[in-house]
């Protein structure tokens, strides 16, 4: 297994194990993640577990918080660990 095939196995065994888990993300569903991290889960599980997001980091990071306090377990993913507007 390679180290870009690794985060996509986890998400692949947690999501099969608890239907409470979902990816949230910029490009996790149609392009499959920045490095492929994604690929093949929105085939497997659907768009409403694995949900492709604006590019607007803060916003879908307080939407995890906020899937998490209900209950939910979310995965939310950027494309770059930067964000333009911090100085």
Known sequence: MTVRDSPNS???EEMAADSN???????VGEYQGAYKNTKGLLH?????RVVDTPFT??????LAVGAAYHG??????????VSSKRP
């Open 21 to 27: 888990v979902f990816i949230m993300g910029e490009e």
């Open 57 to 62: 980091e803060d916003g879908f990071t307080g």
């Open 44 to 48: 497997k599980y659907g768009s409403e």
């Open 10 to 12: 986890a998400l692949d």
């Open 72 to 81: 939910l377990k979310p995965s939310a993913s950027t494309c770059s660990g």
